[in-house]
């Protein structure tokens, strides 16, 4: 099964995994009262946040980099999408707000560089 990120393979020419970072709740705190008691307060659910890290590979130089200005499009505009991995996990309501390519391009059979890719759910 091959992942996508808003109906979109940008990731596929390469090996890659997903790290789900933040599920749960909000919680601030523990703040203290003047007793010394200790509470803390739930500010509702955290927004959800996953990383992915891989390889992007392409035959050509060039063709190694219309791959990351394509991702490069993607991380910079507000779309929402629906982030799907290799198991065909989703999640929905997601944006890609970073993506950071490694210092160099390896040159071998093909051009590949090592990548991480962050997502977050906004708001909820």
């Known amino acids: 099964m091959a992942s996508t990120f808003g109906g979109v393979a940008y990731f596929n020419s390469g090996p890659h995994r997903f790290i789900v970072r933040r599920l749960g709740r909000l919680v601030q705190g523990p703040f203290a009262t003047e007793l010394d008691l200790p509470y803390s307060t739930d500010r509702g ?23 990351i200005d ?31 390519a490694d210092d160099r391009i390896d040159r071998g059979r093909v051009f590949s560089v090592r990548y991480r890719a962050e997502y977050l759910r906004f708001g909820t």
């Open 70 to 100: 394509a991702i490069q499009t993607k991380a910079e505009s507000t779309q929402t999408g629906t982030l799907i991995d290799h198991y065909n996990r989703q999640w929905t309501n997601m944006r890609l707000i970073r993506f950071q």
């Open 45 to 67: 659910p955290a927004e959800v946040s996953i990383v992915q890290t891989g390889r992007l590979t392409a035959s050509t130089n060039a063709a190694l980099w219309t791959l």
